[in-house]
């Protein structure tokens, strides 16, 4: 089983719509939780951290749920902009470790 | 926030050859910095984590020999694939945290723009 697993799409709506994207992970002892952006041949880059209480930063809100090891993007009125792959990332510290696990991606396409 | 540089961002190399790539941190020192691989369509996987001043710590599968890694500097990490071969064809990408970003950021990595491998 991956460590993190994601749905990966790809998801194709519209302008306009809401697309909501989910993820689960293995490991309980995973402590923090992003969701990362990277288009096509570049860098992943910080979309936002993932909070328990649920946090929200404009169009995007993110979930978890420790008890069901699972995260969760939403992002409203969809832009053409938007069009990239989403990655869940899980930073798991323990036995000397410290790093981020990657999921595969889920693809987005916003199309007009 | 944070920013990290990565030279080449691309190379073409024959097979047989050996590639360095550099990662800096450009506007922090990184007493930590990671090196990943992204094979097309697949998720980034974790190669080593490079220590500032000490031997890198691999991730199991990852052939130490093969993959070479020096921090000699809080800013500079490099990665050399030794012989490399076609199979080794792929996104390199390296990170780094900034320790001085506070607690907030501890876990948090800033990405390099990443070096495409591509050995014929």
């Known amino acids: 089983r991956k460590e993190v697993e994601q749905d990966p799409g790809p998801f194709n709506v519209p302008e306009g719509a809401t697309v909501a994207f989910n993820c689960t992970y293995s490991?309980?002892?995973?402590?923090?939780f992003f969701w990362y952006r990277q288009d096509c041949r570049k860098e992943p880059k910080l979309l936002m951290s993932?909070?328990?209480s649920g946090n929200e930063d404009g169009r995007f809100t993110a979930q978890l749920n420790r008890a069901s090891q699972y995260i969760s993007l939403l992002i409203r009125d969809s832009k053409l902009s938007d069009s990239a792959t989403y990655l869940c990332?899980?930073?798991?510290?323990?036995?000397?470790?410290?790093?981020?696990?990657f999921g595969a991606g889920t693809r987005l396409a916003v199309h007009p | 926030g944070a920013v990290v540089s990565q030279h080449p961002s691309w190379v073409i190399c024959k097979s047989g050859t050996s590639v360095k790539i550099e990662c800096r941190s450009l506007?922090?020192?990184?007493?930590?910095m990671f090196w990943y691989r992204q094979f097309p369509k697949q998720s980034l996987m974790l190669m080593a984590t490079?220590?500032?001043?000490?031997?890198?710590?691999?991730e199991q599968g990852v052939e130490k020999d093969k993959f070479l890694i020096n921090h000699a500097s809080l800013t500079l990490s490099t990665l050399t694939v030794t012989s490399a071969h076609p199979e080794d064809s792929s996104f390199y990408i390296c990170?780094?945290?900034?320790?001085?970003?506070?607690?907030?950021?501890?876990?948090?990595?800033?990405f390099g723009p990443g070096t495409r491998l591509t050995v014929l």
């Open positions: 506007d922090f020192q990184a007493t930590t």
């Open positions: 990332v899980v930073n798991y510290r323990g036995g000397g470790y410290n790093k981020l696990i």
């Open positions: 990170s780094a945290r900034d320790p001085a970003g506070g607690p907030s950021s501890y876990n948090e990595q800033f």
């Open positions: 490079s220590n500032e001043g000490s031997k890198a710590t691999y």
């Open positions: 490991n309980s002892a995973s402590q923090s």
């Open positions: 993932v909070y328990s």
